[in-house]
């Protein structure tokens, strides 16, 4: 913490500017050492304000570029300490001639993500804020950007405070029962029920948004399933946009299966195609049948197609039952031909999920199947802040769930209240990692070295 930092800040390669930062107690004095302005001098300079001047190699006495500089003293910066910002032109050689003068002068290079550790371990953010910065930097939609913005400004981090005040509050009332049994200073056990209850409600929430989060980073497997010949590779190839799996109007056609990521409104799915889920009528079909029985249950949602033309049979119902506890959406393909399907009958089966008719050939309804896929499996738009895209945060959340639902169990049970607080009291531990107050060193090193070097 005692060093002085630089890094280049922009990304590598050739651009109009490129940007040296440094960050650290020396950061000016060591500036002074390379930069030598046009007009003001050192003296005149003024916080967050840029001045013009050049690069100077002292050693060779030569000039290495024209820039600007701005300087930012402590506490007013990113990391809280003095910083320097210089804005070359971005040309990778360049840039990296600054950072080796900096670091001639008395800087050292700075580790991936070291500016954002420093204004972490400086107070300037919380762990969650920290975390949101990279996943503002490496967004894959606005949608994504908007939710990471919104957790770099504090919302999520707001939230855990919220739940954290409450949390303890209720084990003060708790234990206040114990102490003061008399004086009702404590609180009687069907409202403190109640209000674990509530708390539980808005921690699940934010468990449960995770599948939205992920399918926002890394995107969510759907299988699509089906019998042979009712349009499976059909309905890949729609989705797609292009014909990347064969199509034939004989059953068993696909037998590896094909895995192509599309994005819909921000949030990627991994749709794969296979095997249709039949008797097998040659030896290599069976190995993909298998291989497709055990994507499905692996995936995170389904594409169940179903061939209307034809009317039903118990082996479709039977697979439709078989893959029940998934998230699923019924595809009833082929609407241009005449229709034979019992739609009802069908869904009967599965009456939670969402029933669409499309024609996988002639592109009908397809586009109106990717939105019933996003609301399905990501959750739409009803979310914003809010949405949890770190496994750790997850996880975190996951514990804190649990040693509340221990506690609401023991007062169910009707076990005095100390138990219930000290059920309630595990929780606070894995709140304070959510945040980074608790330091783990290593979950530091790990998210931190997520960061591209300079931020
Ligand atoms: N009329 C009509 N025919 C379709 C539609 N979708 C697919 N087909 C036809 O149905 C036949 C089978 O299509 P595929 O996409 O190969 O079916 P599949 O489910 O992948 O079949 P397997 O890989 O053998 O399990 C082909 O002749 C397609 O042209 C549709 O929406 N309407
Ligand atoms: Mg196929």
């Known amino acids: ?57 002292s050693e060779k006495k030569e000039f290495i570029d024209e820039a600007f500089l701005a300087y930012f003293p402590a506490p007013r910066s990113y990391t809280r300490e003095n910083v320097v910002e210089i804005s070359c032109h971005g040309s990778p050689v360049i840039l990296e001639e600054v950072v080796r003068l900096g670091i001639r002068a008395g800087a050292r290079p700075a580790h991936p993500g070291e500016f954002t550790l420093r204004a972490y371990l400086g107070g300037r953010m919380d762990i969650i804020q920290a975390e949101a910065v990279n996943d503002l930097i490496t967004a894959a939609s606005l949608h994504q950007a908007k939710i990471s913005l919104g957790q770099l400004r504090g919302g999520l981090s707001r939230r855990i405070e919220l739940l954290r005040s409450q949390v303890v509050d209720l084990i003060s009332l708790l234990e206040a029962s114990i102490e003061f049994p008399e004086e009702g200073l404590g609180i009687p056990p ?21 599948e939205t989060g992920r399918a926002m ?92 033309s034809r009317n039903e049979s118990q082996a479709d119902l039977g697979l439709i039952e078989k893959f029940k506890k998934k998230r699923m959406i019924l595809v009833f393909n082929k609407a241009d031909l005449p229709g034979r399907i019992d739609r009802s009958k069908c869904r009967a089966v599965i009456p939670t999920s969402r029933s669409i008719g499309v024609s996988a050939l002639k592109g009908t309804n397809i586009a109106r199947l990717k939105n019933a896929i996003w609301e399905t499996f990501s959750a739409g738009e009803s979310i914003h802040e809010d949405v949890i895209l770190h496994m750790r945060q997850k996880t975190l959340f996951e514990q804190v ?55």
């Open 401 to 455: 769930s649990f040693a509340l639902e221990d506690g609401l169990k023991r007062l169910r049970e009707g076990h005095p209240e100390e138990i219930c607080a000290e059920e309630v009291r595990r929780a606070l531990p894995f709140i304070g990692q959510l945040t980074g107050e608790i330091r783990v060193d290593e979950v530091m090193t790990n998210i931190f070295s997520r960061f591209c070097v300079g931020k």
């Open 190 to 210: 069907g409202e403190a029920a109640s209000r674990l209850e509530k708390i539980l409600q808005a921690i699940n929430a934010l468990i449960a948004s995770y």
């Open 1 to 57: 913490m005692n060093d002085t930092i630089i890094a280049i800040s922009t990304p590598p390669g050739y651009g109009g500017l490129g940007i040296v930062r440094l960050s650290g107690r020396k950061s000016l004095s060591i500036s002074k050492r390379i930069f030598r302005p046009r007009r003001k001098c050192w003296r005149d300079i003024s916080a967050r304000t840029s001045i013009l001047g050049d690069i100077f190699d």
């Open 217 to 308: 980073t890394e995107g969510l497997n759907l299988a699509i399933v089906g019998r042979a010949n009712v349009g499976k590779s059909t309905l890949f190839n729609a989705l797609l946009d292009h014909e990347r799996a064969i199509v034939s109007p004989y059953p068993g056609t696909t037998r590896d299966y094909l895995r192509e990521r599309i994005k819909i409104k921000g949030s990627f799915f991994h749709l794969i195609d296979m095997a249709g889920l039949e008797r097998p009528s040659h030896p290599v079909e069976k190995d993909g049948i298998r291989r497709s029985r055990e994507l499905a249950s692996r995936a995170d949602g389904i594409l169940f197609v179903l061939d209307a």
